[in-house]
């Protein structure tokens, strides 16, 4: 018989491996971002080489809004891709998140694989759980020894209910999550961050979560990578793929939903995730509402190249320029000017 420790490695492999090879985006559901359109400035009066993308998070200064979303760890052979996504980030400061900790906080042979402090000692760093297994067994101990294990600046709970349903040993007792997520909150000695895989948040959860005293939010909306389409091919059977397959086009899209929660918490931290492909996406997001933008699927498979630490750095510099000229040919000078931005509707 299999350990849990062994089926969880597997997994994660699972996971990386078909989110590399396999076509696993949304079908039928975008992220709407090509639904918006940056006002275009003919006469900017200003100079590009002064935009300022900085801005600040979890009290530190970093780079650009731009958050290396959180992706794997849990087994030795995706240890080298979070190192290689610290690297980066640690060079160009920018935050990111690593992937759920449960592997380890089962099995501390497998911490090493989430463990890159070391490797970036001055950027905001995510510690990652799984909001449901609070219903499993875990509790505010668990949730501190996540955030010890890698010095984390914060911690995710992620709500992951569609991947948990269609995931063949999915954990789908949900009841009565909020009050546990609460305690959490309460008693945790970091911010609580809430997190969708790619479902969304909308207006009136994130308002509960918030007031369940999360600290943040972050919508992880419809329309890049699916969770039930990666679990879609990990099925044993037709039937399981055909259940899975059927929610190819589930969600709330990131647009709206960053959108959304804005007009109902006009101050909370708000991340804006989920198809995020470029940096005309990042600046949009951060018009609509955003203080940060997450990416993934772009970070994991430049990171998973030969030379990872060198290709992820190109790619998240191509985003921030990309980010650059779009504030630069819209007027907007810095972050809170994009921020207060006007978007048209195609």
Known sequence: ???????????????????LNEDVQAKGVLSGFAAYRLPHEALPELD?????TTTTFLGKKITAPLLISSMTGGAADVARINATIAEAANQLGLPMGVGSQRAAIRDARVAFTYQVRKLAPRIPLLANLGAVQ????????????????????????????????????????????????????????????????????GPKTARRLIEAGVWGIDVAGAGGTSWSEVERFRQQTDAGARVAGAFAGWGLPTSEAI???????????????????????????????????????????????EHGSAALVDLLQSFIAELRIAMFCSGCGDVAMLQALELERV
């Open 259 to 305: 959108r959304q929660v804005r007009a109902v918490l006009p101050n909370t931290p708000l991340i804006g995730s989920g198809g995020v492909r470029n940096g005309v996406d990042v600046a949009k997001a951060m018009a609509l509402g955003a203080n940060l933008v997450g990416t993934a699927k772009p970070a994991l498979a430049a990171a998973n190249r």
């Open 1 to 19: 018989m299999t350990d849990h420790n062994e089926e969880t490695g597997s997994r994660k492999l699972d996971h990386v491996r078909i989110v």
């Open 134 to 201: 609070l219903n499993y067994g875990y509790g505010v101990d668990e949730c501190q020894r996540a955030v010890e294990m890698i010095e984390a600046d914060a911690l995710i709970l992620h709500l992951n209910v569609l991947q948990e349903a269609v995931m063949p040993e999915g954990n789908t007792n949900f009841k009565n999550l909020l009050a546990k997520i609460e305690e959490v909150c309460r008693r945790l000695h970091v911010p609580v961050i809430a997190k969708e895989v790619g479902n969304g948040i």
């Open 48 to 52: 590009l080489a002064e935009i300022d």
